[in-house]
């Protein structure tokens, strides 16, 4: 079936570094592409996303491309905040049976930063 | 925000009691999910609904049954909680249509003591 596979965190960073959090996926097919964060206490937040290879997904500075190729979304931010800790998951929408969807998600990655 | 609101947010339950929790959505989406959240695992589809009184298992639904005879309204059931199914639940709904991505309510901490 298909999974999604994100490094282990935590991942620790001083603000203003560069982050990536690297994705790889196996699916059948071409399925669409998520990045979701999670503040503590709260729900899911879904932050970008992509549904076809070489889309590029952003939102808040945060970006990630689609690369059919090497089956890969890793996430991207040049200058992470304080504000940015939080857990993140990777995500694919898996059609099943019938037409309908579901999401899989990836295992989640914590960044911690710190001023 | 999408508008998803799950009952209880906490909850600490005894070990072979029955419980319900409820999600309950204003957005029409023909999609509801319920999913686990545990350390390690990331989240774990339990059963989704694809339309009232349509409804179907995920991979862990063991334990777990479902209701929707509202569309509004997604219950998930644990007829005899055990200390495995402590556990972060969330709600989550879709439309279906685009890339398909689903929007989460803020979840219900479950405590099986």
């Known amino acids: 079936g298909d999974s999604v596979t994100q490094m282990e965190g935590p991942v620790t960073l001083s603000e203003e570094a560069f982050l990536t959090i690297n994705c790889t996926y196996t699916?059948?097919?071409?399925?669409?592409l998520f990045w979701y964060v999670q503040y503590p206490g709260e729900g899911l937040q879904l932050l970008l996303k992509?549904?076809?290879?070489?889309d590029k997904g952003s939102n808040k500075g945060f970006e990630a491309t689609y690369r059919k190729e090497t089956t890969s979304f890793h996430l991207e931010k040049g200058s992470v905040q304080v504000s940015d800790s939080a857990v993140y998951f990777c995500?694919?929408?898996?059609?099943?049976?019938?037409?309908?969807?579901?999401?899989?998600f990836g295992a989640g990655t914590r960044l911690a930063v710190h001023p | 925000d999408a508008g998803i609101t799950q009952s209880p947010r906490h909850k600490v339950t005894e070990t072979g009691t029955p419980v319900t929790l409820r999600c309950h959505q204003t957005?029409?989406?023909?999609?509801m999910y319920w999913y686990r959240q545990d350390p390690g695992h990331g989240l774990r589809l339990i059963h989704y609904?694809?339309?009232?009184?349509?409804?179907d298992k995920g991979e862990v639904s063991d334990g777990y049954s479902v209701s929707r005879s509202k569309t509004e309204d997604f219950l998930l059931t644990l007829e005899s909680a055990t200390s495995s199914q402590t556990s972060v639940y969330f709600c989550a709904i879709s439309d279906g249509t685009g890339a398909r991505e689903a929007f989460f309510g803020q979840g219900t901490r479950l405590t099986v003591v």
């Open positions: 992509a549904t076809k290879a070489d």
């Open positions: 995500a694919l929408s898996e059609r099943l049976r019938g037409g309908y969807n579901k999401l899989i």
């Open positions: 699916a059948t097919g071409y399925p669409s």
């Open positions: 609904s694809y339309g009232v009184k349509d409804t």
């Open positions: 957005e029409n989406h023909r999609y």
